[in-house]
Antibody
Framework: QVQLVQSGGGVVQPGGSLRLSCAAS????????MHWVRQAPGKGLEWVAF????????YYADSVKGRFTISRDNSKDTLYLLMNSLRADDTAVFYC???????????WGQGTMVTVSS | DVVMTQSPLSLPVTLGQPASISCRSS???????????LNWFQQRPGQSPRRLIY???NRDSGVPDRFSGSGSGTDFTLKISRVEADDVGVYYC??????????FGQGTKVEIK
């Protein structure tokens, strides 16, 4: 079964750090460009970050630039999101996902909740 | 950044009736390669999103043919020919032409009357 399995969410204090993981199951991650997308409670979807299949390109939303780092370990079929200097407005469900822009294919993780609160 | 504006934001529909969601972008979504990277996503209650439509009108695998996408330039539409109970959820348009960032619309909540 092809799926993305996420882990690493939780409660963290403002200014703290957290690392999210997203492991591919049933397929190899190394051929796929990957995204992180988040959803604040009761709100819509917000694209957060992107990494090319080989890790050569990385892009971020302005709201997280300089605080979040996307990375991957293709030998472990795992995607990461390191989040530093967390703020209350980072509270959200974070999804890892991959989709082809020109072909019928997309896979999303189950989502992981990140709560930033003192 | 490209702003995506959806309407309506709430759409009560009778089972078996059609539904239509509009999405407008703040600039043309035609890419320099000639393609228009406009996607539609569905998020059912309590679930992760899934893509329904890519490049304006192409259905993803497993998407029922009652879903269709159309439009060009800055104006796009998602239509459901006959709404079923399984279609309840929030629908988002998203542009992948001018990025980063890839930008989503605010979402349209489809519910059964």
């Amino acid at each position: 079964q092809v799926q993305l399995v996420q882990s690493g969410g939780g409660v963290v204090q403002p200014g703290g750090s957290l690392r999210l993981s997203c492991a591919a199951s049933g397929f190899s991650l190394n051929s796929y460009d990957m995204h992180w997308v988040r959803q604040a409670p009761g709100k819509g979807l917000e694209w957060v970050a992107f990494i090319r299949s080989d890790g050569s390109d990385k892009y971020y939303a302005d709201s997280v630039k300089g605080r979040f780092t996307i990375s991957r370990d293709n030998s472990k079929d795992t995607l990461y999101l390191l989040m530093n200097s967390l703020r209350a407005d980072d509270t959200a469900v974070f999804y890892c996902a991959t989709w082809y822009t020109s072909y019928a294919f997309d896979i999303w993780g189950q989502g992981t909740m990140v709560t930033v609160s003192s | 950044d490209v702003v995506m504006t959806q309407s309506p934001l709430s759409l009560p529909v009778t089972l078996g009736q059609p539904a239509s969601i509009s999405c407008r972008s703040s600039q043309s979504l035609v890419h320099s390669d000639g393609n228009t990277y406009l996607n539609w996503f569905q998020q059912r209650p309590g679930q992760s999103p899934r893509r329904l439509i890519y490049k304006v009108s192409n259905r993803d695998s497993g998407v029922p043919d009652r879903f269709s996408g159309s439009g060009s330039g800055t104006d796009f539409t998602l239509k459901i020919s006959r709404v079923e109970a399984d279609d309840v959820g929030v629908y988002y348009c998203m542009q992948g032409t001018h990025w980063p960032p890839q930008t989503f619309g605010q979402g349209t909540k489809v519910e059964i009357k």
